[in-house]
């Protein structure tokens, strides 16, 4: 089984556009989550999304969105970029919600903002 | 609000050597941990949760509630166990993980 798959693996932006990443979760998961790794910030979550409607959402801007399709592949965009936002953004899946239910880490996009 | 706190950023011990990675966490309802690891240029991939109470890689980790912490040990530590560990904590309400700030293993020879 393919597992989390994140696209694209490496870019870099100008301060100001906007960036969309994607994420396909593996063969059957419906729920998707996206963080934010920073050195001096850690992983942060960003949002969750399960069966097209997000369920949880993080402490970022506006600037940060999300959004699933009905086949679970998810994407987030973020508009209006700053230096800032340069990091490893990582999608989880996950095939349920309850305990015991195992979340699965693609191998992340690595944004540079210049 | 949900807290984990892992107050090592870096632990380094000799081969052979037992390890203790610390973890506590703050939650007000009842709480689902995790030991994430990551490898150098790997994904993260969860290494343990306290639900399972099982050994992996020789890793053990107990939920003390009294204490609200998760710690890792590892009797004998191996040079293949250096990575980083981030212990992680699950709300009730879906799959939002809440991490702490990682602690860098090495294990030296």
Redesign the interface.
């Known amino acids: 089984k393919a ?2 798959t994140q696209t694209p693996r490496y870019l870099i932006k100008t301060r100001g556009q906007q960036v969309t990443l994607s994420c396909s979760p593996i063969s059957g998961h419906r ?1 998707v ?1 996206w ?1 934010q790794q920073t050195p001096g910030q ?4 960003l949002f ?1 999304y ?1 069966s097209e409607t997000q ?2 959402k ?1 402490n970022f801007p506006g600037r940060f969105s999300g959004r699933q399709f009905s086949n679970s592949r998810s994407e987030m965009n973020v508009s209006t970029l700053e230096l800032g936002d340069s990091a490893l953004y ?1 999608c ?1 899946s ?1 095939g349920g ?1 309850g ?10 996009s690595w944004l540079t903002v210049v | 609000a949900q807290r984990v706190t892992q107050p090592e950023k870096l632990l380094s011990v000799f081969k052979g050597a037992p390890v203790e990675l610390k973890c506590n966490y703050s939650y007000s309802g009842s709480p ?1 941990l ?1 030991w ?1 690891v990551q490898y150098s240029r ?5 290494l343990l ?1 306290h ?2 109470r099982e050994s992996i890689k020789g890793f053990t980790a107990d939920l003390n509630k009294g204490e609200t912490s998760f710690h890792l040990k590892k009797p004998f530590a191996q040079e293949e166990d250096s990575a980083m560990y ?1 212990c992680a904590l ?2 009730s ?10 602690t860098r293993l090495m294990v030296k020879p």
């Open positions: 597992g989390v729920s989550s963080y850690g992983l942060q979550f969750e399960f369920r949880n993080g990582l989880a996950s919600t305990q015991g239910n195992t979340i699965y880490f693609g191998e992340g | 689902e995790f994430y790997q994904r993260l991939q969860l949760r639900i399972s981030y699950k709300s309400a879906g799959n939002m993980l809440t991490f702490g700030g990682g």
